[in-house]
C-alpha cells in the first residue's frame, strides 16, 4: 500500500493562515482564493488552489474539493467539513493554522534533537579514525627509528582504526540498511509502526506531546461549534495515536457511565493536577476551548523545552569525550618519545 505524499505542515499552517484572513474578511471561500492567486508567486500553490477553485465552482462541497487534491491529511479534512456544516470555515482556518504551525514547531525541534547529534557523533568517531589510521602510524615510524615500539595503548588504537577503517564501508552499509528498512517499516508496515509508538508513549514527554496534540484538538472542535460529546468523538477519530485513543475510549465510557466529564477526564491521567484545575474552571464557565488552547499551547512549549535542553547536554557531552580520546591518543605517544627525546638531549 503506497502512502500519500501530504503539504508539510509549514505549508497547511501559512495556507490556512491566508485562507482564515480572507475568510474572516467576508469574502467566499472561491474569492478568498482568487485573492490568494493574485498575491501568490509559488507554482505548485497555484496549480493546487486553481484545482480546488475548479472543483467548487463546478459543485463540488469545500470539504470535498481539497479531499479530492489528496495532498491535506484526514485530520484536516475532517475538521474542514465541521467547519463548512457549522458555517465557521473561518475560525477553523485559523484553529487550524495554529494547530499544524504547533505541530510544526514540534517536529522541528525532535529533527534538531536527531540530527546535531548524530553529526557531532560522526565528527567524533572520525576524528578518532582520523588520528588512529593516519596520525598514529607517523609516530610508529618515529618510534620504529629510535628502536622503540609504540605504547600498548597506544599499540592497541592503531590496530582498532585500521581494523575499523577496512570495514568501514561495511559498517557504513548495515547501518544505511537498518536505518532505512526502520523507516519503510515505520511508514508501510502498521503494526511495526504502533509496535514503535507504543514502546515510546509511556515517556513523560511523549506523554506531554500528546496531550498538546489533544488539546489543540479539543480547543478547535470546541471553537468550531460542537458539544462536548461530539468535539471528543471528533477526536478520537482525529488522532493517530492509539494510546491516546484508549485514554479517549476510557473518558468516555467513564462519561457513560454517569461521570461528568471533568471528573472523567481526569480519572485517564492524561493531564496534570494544575491543567485540570484550570479544566474544571473554564468548564463551569464555558470558556473550554480557549483554556484547552493555552494548555495546548503551554505543553507544547514544555516539549521544546525538554528537546533543546537534551540537545544542550549532549553537545558538551560529545565534546568532552571528544577531546579526552583524542587527549589520551596524543599523550600516550607523546609523553614517551618526549622521555626518548630528553635521554638523547
Known amino acids: 500500500m503506497s502512502k500519500k505524499h501530504y503539504l508539510s505542515n509549514e505549508d497547511i499552517s501559512i495556507l490556512c493562515s491566508e485562507l482564515a484572513s480572507v475568510v474572516s474578511s467576508g469574502l467566499t471561500i472561491t474569492d478568498g482564493i482568487l485573492v490568494i492567486l493574485q498575491d501568490d508567486e509559488d507554482k505548485h500553490k497555484a496549480a493546487l488552489l486553481e484545482k480546488i477553485l475548479d472543483s467548487i465552482e463546478h459543485g463540488s462541497s469545500i470539504t ?18 465541521v467547519g463548512e456544516k457549522t458555517g465557521r470555515l473561518d475560525t477553523v482556518f485559523a484553529s ?10 514540534i517536529s ?21 579514525i582520523l588520528l588512529s589510521v593516519y596520525v ?14 609504540l605504547p600498548d595503548s597506544a599499540q592497541w588504537i592503531m590496530n582498532a582504526g585500521g581494523v575499523i577503517s577496512n570495514i568501514a564501508v561495511l559498517i557504513i552499509g548495515v547501518l544505511a540498511f537498518v536505518i532505512i528498512l526502520g523507516v519503510l517499516l515505520y511508514n508501510f508496515v502498521r503494526p511495526f509502526r504502533n509496535t514503535v509508538i507504543r514502546a515510546v508513549s509511556y515517556t513523560k514527554t511523549a506523554k506531554t506531546l500528546y496531550a498538546a496534540r489533544f488539546s ?14 461530539e468535539s471528543l468523538d471528533m477526536c478520537e477519530n482525529l488522532l493517530e495515536n492509539d494510546y491516546m485513543r484508549e485514554k479517549l475510549t476510557e473518558c468516555r465510557k467513564k462519561m457513560t457511565d454517569g461521570k461528568a466529564f ?4 481526569n480519572e485517564t491521567g492524561i493531564f496534570s493536577a494544575v491543567n485540570m484545575r484550570m479544566i474544571s ?4 464557565t464555558g470558556t473550554l476551548d480557549k483554556t484547552m488552547a493555552v494548555i495546548a499551547d503551554n505543553a507544547e512549549k514544555k516539549v521544546s523545552a525538554v528537546v533543546q535542553n537534551a540537545v544542550a547536554r549532549f553537545e558538551p557531552t560529545m565534546v568532552i569525550i571528544m577531546a579526552v580520546a583524542v587527549g589520551f591518543i596524543l599523550l600516550s605517544v607523546m609523553i614517551p618519545l ?5 635521554v638523547i638531549g
Open 64 to 81: 470535498k474539493a481539497f479531499a479530492k487534491t489528496e495532498v491535506f491529511p484526514n485530520y484536516f479534512i475532517k475538521m474542514l467539513e
Open 96 to 105: 487550524l493554522a495554529d494547530y499544524y504551525a504547533g505541530i510544526e514547531e
Open 108 to 128: 522541528t525541534s525532535v529533527r534538531s534533537a536527531v540530527t546535531y547529534p548524530a553529526i557531532l557523533l560522526i565528527v567524533v568517531f572520525a576524528v578518532i
Open 136 to 149: 598514529l602510524p607517523i609516530f610508529a615510524d618515529v618510534f620504529a627509528q629510535l628502536g622503540l615500539t
Open 216 to 229: 489543540a484538538a479539543l480547543s478547535m472542535t470546541l471553537s468550531s461549534g460542537m458539544d462536548i460529546d
Open 262 to 265: 471533568v471528573e472523567a477526564l
Open 281 to 284: 474552571i473554564a468548564f463551569s
Open 338 to 342: 618526549m622521555g626518548v627525546m630528553t
